[in-house]
């Protein structure tokens, strides 16, 4: 199986999910996840969301930057961890806008407590067992059970990405 760039496999594998889970660290420790529709995915795995200046992720990101994002589908898996930054800016907000965001931002793009989050992303990592990389790790299974070894896998199924 040919090799892949692992920073290209890895916006490839997460560029079409519309939701991941965002978490960040709560203040008196532990970690708070929630679902968050991506309002847009850069090649360079920065990633982009609305919030409201009220929610409190605000609070967390403030007090603790670092923050990670996970994708997951029947065959795929990544994360995304970097530093978080809660961003007013107005034009980027017109430029991100949903028409489906009029449900938690009633006033629209002018809302003034809606706000985006940039996660600046450092690294990641994915689990690909699709398509032919399913095949693959299927095959490297069944030989490592009928071998009695460990299963391995190549760097088209699984990397680590710094970003």
């Known amino acids: 199986m ?3 760039d692992p920073h290209k496999h890895l916006y490839e594998l997460v560029k079409d ?12 420790g ?9 309002a847009e995915l850069k ?9 409201s200046l009220d929610s409190p992720k605000i609070a967390e990101i403030e ?10 589908s029947a065959t795929q898996f990544a994360y995304i961890t970097g530093n ?11 430029r991100l806008w949903s028409n489906a965001w009029q449900a938690w931002f009633p ?13 600046e992303a450092l690294e990641g990592e994915f689990w690909d067992n699709s398509g032919l990389h399913g095949l693959r790790y299927a095959f490297e299974g069944v030989k490592a059970i009928l071998q009695g070894e ?4 190549d760097a088209g199924q699984h990397a680590k990405v710094a970003l």
Do not use: W
């Open 63 to 72: 007090a603790n930057p670092q923050a990670m994002i996970s994708f997951q």
């Open 17 to 28: 999910f519309h939701n991941v889970m965002f978490v960040t660290a709560k203040p008196g």
């Open 84 to 94: 978080a930054r809660v961003l007013r800016d107005r034009a980027l907000i017109d």
């Open 150 to 153: 460990k299963a391995e896998t």
């Open 107 to 119: 006033k629209g793009k002018d809302d003034p407590s809606l706000c985006i989050i940039k996660l």
């Open 43 to 51: 090649p360079d795995a920065d990633a982009y969301f609305a919030t």
């Open 2 to 4: 040919a090799e892949t």
């Open 30 to 38: 532990g970690f708070h996840a929630r679902p968050m529709a991506v």
